[in-house]
């Protein structure tokens, strides 16, 4: 078993620390808001007050954090950052969603210092995390990514490295930009359905024994149908990737993409930037 430092303690990063404890692993767990760690501490889990007090007493430190600015501060703050603590031997790992520019930005300020570093980011979300079931997508020096294959396993589904910093980031983003073309495509299709007067449970039968259904069309089609948008992939979160996605592929040339951002736009204007990704289905039901 590892010493691990787990730093951010949102919805994700919460139930993957406490995969990773029920594993038998030593955890030290960091939050800006500190209160956010006290069922983790609870349960087993040491609580730092720094970034950099957490990645010193560990031998891998993983980030789940917001967007790429925070990482940045997380990170790379002279005072309080986890590469500030990292030991020379140990590992950090990025499992947040940011920019592929952020990940190459984290690797070369590691490298610089003699520091190891792993792009991580996952494909999955609340229930993939609870149940060690994860994709992960990991950028770096392949010595590196073995290292840290038996620590990410607890969480894992599959571990598939990609390349090197950057090259996960990139991963990430084209996973959650079909995803959420996905999701907007039917966001148009249930109202079309719903309006014209359908029986919904028989049109969705349907369509399931068709091509077009993919495995992720129960669980978007279910929660739109119950409009149960209890957030596991908020639409702010997913509409933060979209223009990671567009700043990296250019608008010009992912014109389905810009379309389905500005479609999650609305739905944040529309005051439904904290429900799930689903939710979008309300701006087209108005």
């Known amino acids: 078993m590892a010493k691990i ?161 950057g090259m996960a980031a990139r991963m990430k983003l084209a996973t959650n930009a079909i995803l959420g073309v996905q999701v907007a495509a039917w966001a148009e299709i249930i109202p079309m359905l719903e309006r014209g007067g359908m029986d919904i449970d028989l049109a969705l039968k349907a369509l399931s024994s068709t091509p077009i259904w993919t495995p992720n069309a129960p669980y978007i089609t279910g929660t739109m149908q119950r409009s149960d948008f209890t957030p596991q992939f908020p639409v702010d979160l997913i509409s933060k990737d979209f223009r990671y996605a567009i700043a990296e592929g250019g608008e010009a040339r992912m014109p389905m993409t810009e379309a389905a951002k500005r479609l999650f736009a609305r739905a944040s204007e529309a005051g439904h930037g904290a429900e799930n990704m689903t939710g979008v289905v309300q701006v087209n039901r108005d």
Not at 20 to 43: K, M, S, Y
Request: charged share 20%; hydrophobic share 40%.
């Open 5 to 165: 430092a787990f730093l951010g303690m949102g919805a994700m990063g919460s139930r993957m620390a406490r995969t990773l404890l029920d594993a038998g692993h030593d955890l030290i767990v960091w939050n800006r808001t500190p209160e956010r760690c006290a069922p983790l501490v609870e349960a087993g889990a040491t609580q730092a007050d720094t970034p950099r007090d957490a990645a010193a007493q560990a031998e891998f430190t993983i980030s789940m954090l917001r967007d790429t600015e925070v990482s940045r501060e997380v990170w790379c703050d002279p005072e309080t950052g986890a590469f500030a603590g990292l030991p020379e031997e140990a590992v950090a790992i990025e499992s947040s969603t940011i920019t592929p520019e952020g990940a190459i930005a984290l690797g070369e300020y590691a490298r610089e210092r003699g520091l190891s570093f792993l792009e991580a980011p996952v494909s999955g979300t609340l229930p993939q995390a609870e149940n060690g079931v994860l994709v992960y997508f990991l950028g770096g020096e392949a010595e590196t990514a073995k290292r840290a294959h038996d620590v990410l396993d607890p969480l894992a589904k599959a571990q598939h490295h990609v390349g090197t910093w």
